[in-house]
């Protein structure tokens, strides 16, 4: 079983990355707290960032300490969830999800000169952003996308109406019943700064082997949260948490809007109530990081970063490799 990469502090939500010869990751940071388990995520509260490093897998890891705290972010109230990262022209860009003053989470930006930060952030969220789980990718043209959405607490079912904020469907709601399509996550391009969304929030289509919307009940292949993007032999790969049925899956499609076909689950549940994952290519070798609760015993909101070796077959499907 792969160890943690850092036992000091309790970190999740790994978003990982390959900057200046290094992996650099990006994870959320718990830390203890009384609040109870609820579907708002409430036990959830974390107040700041820190950025891990390494130059080899199973090697030595870096933590480069804070790099963005709440209380720098004027329009932040709580929570700095699942974060993610991005370079270009020069410089580095650390999005993040927070609750605004009024408990609505909105998607941030800060930037730094280095992949380790610290981070300046905006004044304000991204305007047209909302919900959760932000993930950033920059194809090979240059041009960023910035993916984002988590239901029940993470509120997206809030947004079926993308004018207006529905507060009456917070917690653990989402549609359901015959016929019924699930949610879908969120995408848009990013500006050529990196600061805001150049184009319209779209809704990414994750269709079925029949090439049909993926129903709200298929609690085992529809997204949930925990968006993420990378790209292999030209196609796009979208992977997302189930979320309570708790796996890791992924689509492919031949753009990076979509539409995507579900193709299969890449990790089943861990010891922990969420799942939540990135996907990078180091040293000729691809690698899932995630996060589980086994350092902490089980304890659901002080989760532990992992990573294990990713294998393609030759239809460019994945799967663990069997010897960690």
Same mark, same amino acid.
């Given at each position: 079983?792969?160890?943690?990469?850092?036992?000091?502090?309790?970190?999740?939500?790994?978003?990982?990355?390959?900057?200046?010869?290094?992996?650099?990751?990006?994870?959320?940071?718990?830390?203890?707290?009384?609040?109870?388990?609820?579907?708002?995520?409430?036990?959830?509260?974390?107040?700041?960032?820190?950025?891990?490093?390494?130059?080899?897998?199973?090697?030595?890891?870096?933590?480069?300490?804070?790099?963005?705290?709440?209380?720098?972010?004027?329009?932040?109230?709580?929570?700095?969830?699942?974060?993610?990262?991005?370079?270009?022209?020069?410089?580095?860009?650390?999005?993040?999800?927070?609750?605004?003053?009024?408990?609505?989470?909105?998607?941030?930006?800060?930037?730094?000169?280095?992949?380790?930060?610290?981070?300046?952030?905006?004044?304000?969220?991204?305007?047209?952003?909302?919900?959760?789980?932000?993930? *950033?990718?920059? !194809? /090979?043209?240059?041009? #960023?996308?910035?993916?984002?959405? $988590?239901?029940?607490?993470?509120? &997206?079912?809030?947004?079926?109406?993308? *004018?207006?904020? !529905? /507060?009456?469907?917070? #917690?653990?709601?989402?549609?359901? $019943?015959?016929?019924?399509?699930? &949610?879908?996550?969120?995408?848009?391009?990013?500006?050529? !700064?990196?600061?805001?969304?150049?184009?319209?929030?779209?809704?990414?289509?994750?269709?079925?082997?029949?090439?049909?919307?993926?129903?709200?009940?298929?609690?085992?292949?529809?997204?949930?949260?925990?968006?993420?993007?990378?790209?292999?032999?030209?196609?796009?790969?979208?992977?997302?948490?189930?979320?309570?049925?708790?796996?890791?899956?992924?689509?492919?499609?031949?753009?990076?809007?979509?539409?995507?076909?579900?193709?299969?689950?890449?990790?089943?549940?861990?010891?922990?109530?969420?799942?939540?994952?990135?996907?990078?290519?180091?040293?000729?070798?691809?690698?899932?990081?995630?996060?589980?609760?086994?350092?902490?015993?089980?304890?659901?909101?002080?989760?532990?970063?992992?990573?294990?070796?990713?294998?393609?077959?030759?239809?460019?499907?994945?799967?663990?490799?069997?010897?960690?």
């Amino acid at each position: 079983m792969p160890e943690p990469l850092v036992t000091h502090i309790y970190t999740a939500d790994p978003s990982a990355h390959v900057f200046e010869g290094k992996i650099y990751v990006y994870p959320s940071h718990d830390r203890e707290t009384d609040i109870k388990f609820n579907d708002n995520g409430d036990q959830y509260d974390m107040a700041d960032y820190h950025v891990l490093s390494l130059s080899e897998p199973g090697g030595k890891v870096t933590d480069h300490g804070i790099a963005l705290k709440a209380e720098d972010i004027p329009w932040v109230s709580k929570q700095l969830w699942a974060p993610d990262a991005a370079t270009k022209n020069g410089k580095y860009y650390l999005y993040f999800p927070a609750r605004d003053k009024e408990g609505i989470f909105r998607i941030g930006v800060a930037v730094s000169d280095k992949p380790e930060g610290p981070f300046t952030p905006d004044p304000e969220p991204i305007k047209g952003s909302y919900s959760i789980d932000p993930a *950033s990718f920059v !194809d /090979d043209d240059g041009q #960023g996308y910035l993916y984002f959405g $988590g239901i029940w607490g993470g509120q &997206l079912q809030c947004w079926e109406d993308e *004018s207006k904020f !529905d /507060d009456s469907k917070s #917690g653990a709601q989402e549609p359901s $019943g015959a016929g019924v399509s699930a &949610l879908l996550p969120r995408a848009a391009k990013l500006s050529d !700064d990196m600061h805001s969304f150049s184009s319209e929030v779209k809704q990414l289509q994750i269709l079925d082997e029949s090439g049909k919307l993926l129903a709200a009940d298929d609690h085992e292949r529809r997204f949930f949260e925990a968006a993420w993007m990378h790209k292999y032999k030209g196609k796009y790969y979208f992977s997302y948490s189930t979320g309570d049925t708790h796996f890791i899956a992924y689509a492919i499609g031949d753009s990076p809007l979509g539409p995507f076909t579900y193709a299969g689950k890449i990790l089943d549940p861990v010891l922990g109530w969420t799942n939540h994952h990135s996907i990078v290519e180091y040293q000729n070798k691809w690698w899932l990081f995630y996060h589980d609760c086994e350092l902490s015993k089980g304890v659901d909101h002080l989760r532990s970063v992992k990573m294990r070796e990713l294998l393609y077959d030759d239809a460019g499907k994945l799967s663990l490799a069997e010897k960690q």
